[in-house]
């Protein structure tokens, strides 16, 4: 049933991410993360800031209660390698990203604000970046792994693979800082 999946612990890959997870939103004590505790989250404020033992975190994707990721929230998590955001964020705040170790980004169809391009930079090993289909703000194009404001076709992240499309025509602040 929906209620016992909602109490069922989340698997963490991650023995750190667990760690403040369960020392910040683990309401029942049991030391566990459920789905329903993780569903309650409404802000993560900056618990992940500055954490260089975090490697992955793709258990974000529960915690569907999330409509931001505010600025900061994970700056300087250089250990950080892996995560997926969440369906429910609409909003990703300035340097929500920066100073990662991210491999991969994946922008949720969701996603209609991001501060600027300095969410994701001085992440030097990014190298794929993918907007979902059906993002109403926000594209990457022909696979050209950025994001692109669709509306401007002004590229505003970027990656060392990424392709420019010749349909772009400014490329934003600091869209490529240290990538």
């Given at each position: 049933?929906?209620e016992?999946?909602s109490?069922?612990?989340?698997?963490?890959?991650?023995?750190?991410?667990?760690?403040i997870?369960?020392?910040?939103?683990?309401?029942?004590?049991?030391?566990?993360?459920?789905?329903?505790?993780?569903?309650?989250?409404?802000d993560?404020?900056?618990?992940?800031?500055?954490?260089?033992?975090?490697?992955?975190?793709?258990?974000l994707?529960?915690?569907?209660?999330?409509?931001?990721?505010?600025?900061?929230?994970?700056?300087?998590?250089k250990?950080?390698?892996?995560?997926?955001?969440?369906?429910?964020?609409?909003e990703?705040?300035?340097?929500?990203?920066?100073?990662?170790?991210?491999?991969?980004?994946?922008?949720?169809?969701?996603?209609?604000?991001?501060?600027?391009?300095?969410?994701?930079?001085?992440?030097?090993?990014?190298?794929?970046?993918?907007?979902?289909?059906?993002?109403?703000?926000?594209?990457?194009?022909?696979?050209?792994?950025?994001?692109?404001?669709?509306?401007?076709?002004?590229?505003?992240?970027?990656?060392?693979?990424?392709?420019?499309?010749?349909?772009?025509?400014?490329?934003?602040?600091?869209?490529?800082?240290?990538?």
């Amino acid at each position: 049933t929906l209620e016992s999946s909602s109490n069922s612990s989340i698997f963490f890959i991650d023995s750190n991410a667990k760690a403040i997870c369960v020392s910040n939103w683990d309401t029942n004590g049991d030391g566990e993360l459920s789905y329903g505790e993780a569903t309650a989250v409404t802000d993560l404020g900056t618990v992940f800031r500055a954490n260089g033992d975090i490697t992955s975190f793709n258990e974000l994707q529960y915690f569907i209660g999330l409509t931001c990721i505010r600025k900061d929230a994970f700056h300087e998590c250089k250990g950080l390698t892996s995560i997926t955001i969440p369906n429910s964020v609409i909003e990703i705040g300035d340097f929500a990203f920066q100073a990662c170790s991210l491999t991969a980004v994946r922008i949720p169809s969701s996603v209609i604000a991001i501060a600027t391009g300095r969410s994701f930079s001085d992440n030097p090993t990014l190298t794929s970046i993918i907007v979902e289909d059906g993002n109403p703000v926000y594209d990457s194009r022909n696979n050209c792994n950025a994001i692109i404001e669709t509306s401007t076709n002004k590229l505003i992240v970027g990656c060392k693979n990424t392709v420019i499309p010749s349909t772009v025509k400014i490329i934003g602040y600091k869209a490529f800082r240290y990538q």
